[in-house]
């Protein structure tokens, strides 16, 4: 049963994913991300990490492509006129198609994959209230490093953004 | 939960402590206070937010070295996030120097510019000790999040002359090319983790992205194809920061569009907590030295020719500054190779990066008082005659160009030198070949440098339009805190050059 949702969730994942890169028009593309983005979560769900499915659907399918929403309609960006693929490009990306099939195969066919356990240990992030007491208790520090993270990032936006008023 | 997980969280808790990291705390906490004086003090004090800053960084830094130069702690911290070492130490002095020679080179060239200046203060400060964190990370998260900090904060600086077009596209290629690197690193860690907690394996632990603890997995399995591949994108995305050679590319652009305090600040700090964070990672995957070594022994080998190659034609001051970085990122990859075999080269390595960070600010410091709207434009030519119009930058000039091209009675040839007895002890005699004929060729386009600045351009041309192409360099705006500031990198140069002891000893007494 559980194989069974899994292959219909890894579907939908990815068939949204290659709907993202092939529609032309970038509202579709970005309908296309949410549902690449649920799909994801139920992945989620499957492997028993609920909080983090709850949010990839909050941020990542509610905030974050809202937001790529917003830009796409201020831009009002006009649906891609097809242009011509490059040969380098198409060799380029061959290449990395291929790098990227070898790393698939080298993983899988790793004795660390193979070796699997019965009695998988619970991830740290599954319940809440244990994410909870591990932020605050083991990752205080990088914790608070990202909030300094966040405020340098605000003011980095403003900065770059705000009007210079040329007084001097 | 149950009381018993809770008590073991506590005992964790009780780790985390606070005091041992103080100069990162008072870094943040004087950003914030900058940020609170730009809307508390009147319009026409702003101009003395940027001193304040310095200052700041002046006072604490006096404090470190007087008071406490060896650090007040060793061993891990947080519950194993951070590790206090005087490696870390004597890294967190050098991120807080280099911030301060930072500040300045930024006060100077921010002058005549319609600009947001305070928060450019802010940014290095936080930057600063994000850095310093990240030299001191002794678990993935910690690393992941100081270095991301770090790199948010550089996109910023770098675009920080947003009517420049070059700074924005200085901007914009470090961000891709910064997100990228990112996910490697973040693909490189998953990976790692995920062959580390696999519990059906020896030595595999329930936290697996503690160095210690990944240490230990990669020694009852140094043959795990998952950890290699992992190890290997880790590498890259750390070679990324530094400026390694397939990861290079970026650096040519960025360095010239910035504007110079941040390709300083780049050049400088970036490159050396990449290289803080090298020297704890090349420890961590001591197990798989059989793939690393011969990896990073080809990186240093192309970076240095790399970099040294491409400099030779470089017309542009800052691209030429950031290729002849790259080889010197070449000269500290082989220090760090023979950590390996010889332990205390992971000093010289050190010694080596003050070095370079004293010719470094030297030679950016000239830069930044080069009569110039923007300093991305800074050609050769720029510097026609400088000796004899500007007698002082001439030798500040002079002297930290020579420091960076390992002339002998400076601190970068003791440096240069320092890396090559170590890279003969350790046996690299190929590295050291390498790295010989890396010194040669540099030195033709340090003398290019060193040759327009003193002497005479032939230029064909009457001598109204002379007078018009070669303005007079504002010694005027260069004040008493601008050359006391270059007097104090120069000094540095020279004295590391004939005098190692107390910083040597420094080093190696941590």
């Given at each position: 049963?559980?194989?069974?949702?899994?292959?219909?969730?890894?579907?939908?994942?990815?068939?949204?994913?290659?709907?993202?890169?092939?529609?032309?028009?970038?509202?579709?593309?970005?309908?296309?991300?949410?549902?690449?983005?649920?799909?994801?979560?139920?992945?989620?769900?499957?492997?028993?990490?609920?909080?983090?499915?709850?949010?990839?659907?909050?941020?990542?399918?509610?905030?974050?492509?809202?937001?790529?929403?917003?830009?796409?309609?201020?831009?009002?960006?006009?649906?891609?006129?097809?242009?011509?693929?490059?040969?380098?490009?198409?060799?380029?990306?061959?290449?990395?198609?291929?790098?990227?099939?070898?790393?698939?195969?080298?993983?899988?066919?790793?004795?660390?994959?193979?070796?699997?356990?019965?009695?998988?240990?619970?991830?740290?992030?599954?319940?809440?209230?244990?994410?909870?007491?591990?932020?605050?208790?083991?990752?205080?520090?990088?914790?608070?490093?990202?909030?300094?993270?966040?405020?340098?990032?605000m003011i980095g936006?403003i900065v770059l953004s705000k009007k210079v008023k040329t007084d001097s | 939960?149950?009381?018993?997980?809770?008590?073991?969280?506590?005992?964790?808790?009780?780790?985390?402590?606070?005091?041992?990291?103080?100069?990162?705390?008072?870094?943040?906490?004087l950003a914030l206070f900058l940020l609170v004086l730009e809307v508390v003090l009147p319009k026409f004090a702003h101009g003395a937010i940027p001193r304040i800053a310095i200052l700041g960084?002046?006072?604490?830094?006096?404090?470190?070295?007087?008071?406490?130069?060896?650090?007040?702690?060793?061993?891990?911290?947080?519950?194993?996030?951070?590790?206090?070492?005087?490696?870390?130490?004597?890294?967190?002095?050098?991120?807080?120097?280099?911030?301060?020679?930072?500040s300045?080179?930024a006060m100077v060239s921010f002058e005549n510019k319609t600009l947001a200046r305070v928060e450019y203060f802010a940014i290095t400060l936080?930057?600063?000790?994000?850095?310093?964190?990240?030299?001191?990370?002794?678990?993935?998260?910690?690393?992941?999040?100081?270095?991301?900090?770090?790199?948010?904060?550089?996109?910023?600086?770098?675009?920080y002359f947003r009517q420049?077009?070059?700074?924005?596209?200085?901007?914009?290629?470090?961000?891709?090319?910064?997100?990228?690197?990112?996910?490697?690193?973040?693909?490189?860690?998953?990976?790692?983790?995920?062959?580390?907690?696999?519990?059906?394996?020896?030595?595999?632990?329930?936290?697996?992205?503690?160095?210690?603890?990944?240490?230990?997995?990669?020694?009852?399995?140094?043959?795990?194809?998952?950890?290699?591949?992992?190890?290997?994108?880790?590498?890259?995305?750390?070679?990324?920061?530094?400026?390694?050679?397939?990861?290079?590319?970026?650096?040519?652009?960025?360095?010239?569009?910035?504007?110079?305090?941040?390709?300083?600040?780049?050049?400088?700090?970036?490159?050396?907590?990449?290289?803080?964070?090298?020297?704890?990672?090349?420890?961590?995957?001591?197990?798989?030295?059989?793939?690393?070594?011969?990896?990073?022994?080809?990186?240093?080998?192309?970076?240095?020719?790399?970099?040294?190659?491409?400099?030779?034609?470089?017309?542009?001051?800052?691209?030429?500054?950031?290729?002849?970085?790259?080889?010197?990122?070449?000269?500290?990859?082989?220090?760090?190779?023979?950590?390996?075999?010889?332990?205390?080269?992971?000093?010289?390595?050190?010694?080596?990066?003050?070095?370079?960070?004293?010719?470094?600010?030297?030679?950016?410091?000239?830069?930044?008082?080069?009569?110039?709207?923007?300093?991305?434009?800074?050609?050769?030519?720029?510097?026609?005659?400088?000796?004899?119009?500007?007698?002082?930058?001439?030798?500040?000039?002079?002297?930290?160009?020579?420091?960076?091209?390992?002339?002998?009675?400076?601190?970068?040839?003791?440096?240069?030198?320092?890396?090559?007895?170590?890279?003969?002890?350790?046996?690299?005699?190929?590295?050291?070949?390498?790295?010989?004929?890396?010194?040669?060729?540099?030195?033709?386009?340090?003398?290019?440098?060193?040759?327009?600045?003193?002497?005479?351009?032939?230029?064909?041309?009457?001598?109204?339009?002379?007078?018009?192409?070669?303005?007079?360099?504002?010694?005027?705006t260069?004040t008493?805190?601008?050359?006391?500031?270059?007097?104090?990198?120069?000094?540095?140069?020279?004295?590391?050059?004939?005098?190692?002891?107390?910083?040597?000893?420094?080093?190696?007494?941590?």
């Amino acid at each position: 049963m559980t194989d069974l949702f899994f292959y219909l969730f890894a579907t939908l994942t990815l068939g949204c994913a290659f709907g993202v890169v092939f529609s032309k028009n970038p509202v579709n593309a970005a309908m296309f991300l949410i549902m690449t983005f649920l799909g994801m979560a139920s992945l989620f769900v499957l492997l028993e990490a609920y909080f983090l499915a709850v949010i990839q659907i909050l941020v990542y399918a509610g905030a974050v492509v809202v937001l790529f929403l917003f830009i796409i309609m201020l831009l009002d960006v006009k649906e891609e006129n097809k242009h011509r693929v490059k040969p380098l490009t198409w060799v380029a990306s061959l290449i990395g198609f291929a790098l990227l099939i070898l790393g698939v195969v080298a993983i899988t066919s790793s004795d660390n994959i193979k070796a699997t356990s019965e009695s998988l240990p619970e991830a740290a992030g599954a319940s809440l209230k244990n994410f909870g007491y591990e932020l605050f208790t083991t990752y205080q520090l990088p914790m608070q490093v990202t909030g300094f993270l966040l405020l340098i990032a605000m003011i980095g936006v403003i900065v770059l953004s705000k009007k210079v008023k040329t007084d001097s | 939960m149950p009381t018993d997980t809770l008590n073991s969280l506590g005992e964790i808790a009780a780790t985390n402590t606070w005091g041992a990291i103080y100069p990162e705390m008072i870094l943040g906490c004087l950003a914030l206070f900058l940020l609170v004086l730009e809307v508390v003090l009147p319009k026409f004090a702003h101009g003395a937010i940027p001193r304040i800053a310095i200052l700041g960084q002046i006072l604490l830094l006096g404090y470190i070295v007087v008071f406490d130069p060896s650090g007040c702690c060793n061993g891990v911290a947080f519950g194993g996030m951070i590790e206090l070492s005087g490696t870390g130490q004597a890294l967190r002095i050098f991120f807080l120097l280099a911030s301060i020679f930072v500040s300045y080179l930024a006060m100077v060239s921010f002058e005549n510019k319609t600009l947001a200046r305070v928060e450019y203060f802010a940014i290095t400060l936080v930057v600063t000790g994000a850095l310093s964190l990240m030299a001191m990370a002794n678990h993935f998260v910690m690393l992941f999040v100081a270095l991301e900090t770090a790199t948010v904060g550089f996109y910023v600086l770098v675009s920080y002359f947003r009517q420049n077009v070059l700074s924005l596209e200085a901007g914009l290629k470090y961000l891709i090319m910064g997100a990228l690197s990112s996910a490697i690193l973040l693909f490189g860690i998953v990976l790692l983790y995920g062959a580390a907690s696999n519990p059906a394996l020896a030595g595999s632990s329930e936290d697996a992205m503690n160095f210690q603890n990944l240490r230990a997995f990669l020694e009852a399995n140094p043959t795990d194809s998952l950890a290699i591949i992992g190890m290997l994108l880790v590498i890259s995305g750390v070679a990324f920061k530094i400026g390694a050679f397939p990861f290079q590319i970026w650096i040519p652009d960025v360095y010239q569009g910035a504007p110079v305090s941040t390709t300083a600040f780049l050049a400088v700090s970036s490159k050396a907590a990449g290289f803080a964070v090298l020297l704890t990672l090349v420890k961590t995957f001591a197990p798989l030295s059989s793939v690393l070594v011969p990896v990073l022994t080809g990186i240093a080998a192309l970076t240095i020719l790399f970099g040294n190659f491409a400099a030779l034609t470089q017309r542009n001051l800052k691209r030429l500054i950031g290729l002849s970085g790259v080889s010197h990122a070449g000269f500290l990859l082989i220090g760090v190779i023979a950590a390996q075999a010889v332990p205390q080269a992971t000093n010289w390595v050190l010694f080596y990066l003050f070095a370079y960070l004293l010719g470094s600010m030297a030679v950016f410091a000239v830069f930044a008082h080069l009569p110039k709207v923007w300093d991305s434009d800074l050609e050769l030519d720029d510097l026609g005659d400088m000796a004899k119009r500007n007698g002082f930058l001439g030798i500040a000039l002079a002297i930290g160009i020579g420091s960076l091209a390992g002339i002998p009675p400076l601190a970068g040839f003791i440096g240069k030198f320092l890396i090559f007895v170590a890279a003969f002890k350790a046996e690299l005699y190929v590295l050291l070949g390498v790295g010989i004929v890396g010194v040669v060729i540099s030195i033709y386009y340090y003398f290019g440098v060193i040759k327009a600045a003193f002497f005479e351009v032939w230029r064909f041309t009457d001598e109204d339009e002379e007078a018009e192409a070669a303005p007079a360099l504002p010694g005027a705006t260069l004040t008493g805190l601008g050359k006391l500031t270059i007097v104090v990198a120069i000094a540095g140069s020279v004295v590391l050059g004939f005098f190692q002891g107390p910083l040597g000893s420094w080093l190696s007494g941590q």
